[in-house]
């Protein structure tokens, strides 16, 4: 199983008022690690200046499990669940001092801003790398905790 990770800190603008990260804030330490992946599978800086080939979230989905309170360390999780010519789908895990404390789910689609944003397919090598990652269909039905499930429909 290929698993990409990315680490953050809770910081003391993320607490609300009943002391624990704010719920936005997940939501931001997931984007961060989404960009982060984007860019270990080619989806770069100097690509999208290049191409105008970015990813659009199509969907997400979370489930809060835990809080986290200020200088927390995390770590996410990111897995491939699946791919195709111009979407994918990943499985992403946030884990704080050992313990689960959010999954997120995102549906992301590949677009070509120019002329105007239109989905178009991935291109080989970025496709290649997402398709290494992928997980096969037992590692998928052996995830532990999933949020709401999302797929393609063929």
Partial sequence: MSVFTFNACVLPDW??????????????VFSMASDAFLASVG???DYRAATGGTVYLLECHTFYLAEVKVDAPL???VLVL???????????????????????????????????P??????GDIRASLETLKLDAGEVAALPQRARKMGFQR
Avoid: C, W
């Fill in 15 to 28: 607490i609300d008022y009943n002391g624990h990260m704010r719920d936005a804030y997940y939501a931001l």
């Fill in 43 to 45: 989806v770069t800086d």
């Fill in 75 to 77: 770590t996410v999780e």
């Fill in 82 to 116: 699946d791919a195709d010519a111009k979407r994918f789908l990943v499985h992403m895990t946030m884990l704080s001092v050992g313990r689960v404390r959010a999954v997120n789910e995102r549906m992301e689609l590949h677009v070509n801003q120019r002329p105007d």
């Fill in 118 to 123: 239109h989905a178009a397919p991935l291109p």
